[in-house]
């Protein structure tokens, strides 16, 4: 049943008025009346897309021009909480699954239903990765994993081969490998041409929550609800390679900014980029204060990251330097008990103290762990 549009209210976090608008380093913060669950970054152009615990899906044009953010349209035909959102891969179209097991998709021009699958799944979704434009997966609350075709205007490869949530799904560049991160700690790899299952990695310590491609495709880094980065050699998904343990009370949500760098968000509400091989914690990009981050998403270029928090609020962050950062193999040491470097204008200890407990992390790098090791914690 359809619901009607809320009205389009003023969204924005805006500063004072009555000055002439200022070019800033980042957008500013987008508000929610509600907690903003998933956010998706456009392929092309400035343009977000957020759901949220009323099942309310947004868009938004963004701008580092001081109040030139603007809610586009607002659609609420979810009936429960939007999950995920995701946008295809040529930008017209926007995925939308939800807690109701519907998989939605709508126009990104105007915010149209075009296309509605309602009992999509057994149970409440979780995620939805567009794999080309006419084929994408979903995976829910019960481990299944399902392939669709919308030529076919149905599945074409349905599995439940883990225990727990799918968390989150991965595709390698040529759209052939789908990998889905669990809560029961595994990796599950499938075939989308040829329409199987393939193998599960074993299980690691803690649910897995992320999954991403890293070293042009090379390896697969995994975060944990630990706090640990588990890695994987692309043909060696049986068992992690490395691991490595942040010190974060967890690791929520993972994207790539570069081939080696990605930034990971926590319980705590700190947004940290890391470099992958050789493994550092490289200092904070941001934070929501104390709420736990639910999403991040990339804009093209890997300038700008996104995030989104239980605070009600999309935040911006420049993550530009990153880019140019050169991690070699020699660990200077570090000053015991300093912050976590800030690697934004805006991430707190640009000059402020910072957070009395990221005191307690007493060094910015990672605890590695030997990858020859008997993977005993």
Known sequence: RRRPHRPALPQECSEPAGRE??????????CFEATANAIALHPAGPLLAAGDVDGDVYLYSYSCTEGENRQL???????KSCRDVAFSQDGQKLFTVSKDKSVHILTVEEGRLETRFPKAHGSALNCVLPIDNNVFATGDDGGAVKVWDLRKGGTILEARQQEEYISAMAVDGNGKILLTASGDGTLGVFNVRRRRFELLSEPQNGDLTSVVLLKRGKKVACGSSEGTI???NWDGFGAASDRFALRAESVDCMVPITDSIVCVGSLDGVIR????LPSRVLGCVGQHLGEPIEQL????????LASCAHDQKVKFWNVSALGGLV???YRKKKKKGGPLRALSSKAVGSGEDFFADLRDEAEPEAVAVDSDSDGSD
């Open 273 to 276: 980029a890391v470099n992958v």
């Open 230 to 232: 588990y890695l994987f």
């Open 73 to 79: 349209w607002s659609s609420g035909h979810h009936l």
């Open 21 to 30: 608008p200022r070019l800033r380093d980042a957008p500013e913060d987008i």
């Open 327 to 329: 991690v070699d193999d």
């Open 297 to 304: 998403a990339v804009a093209p270029g890997g300038q700008l």
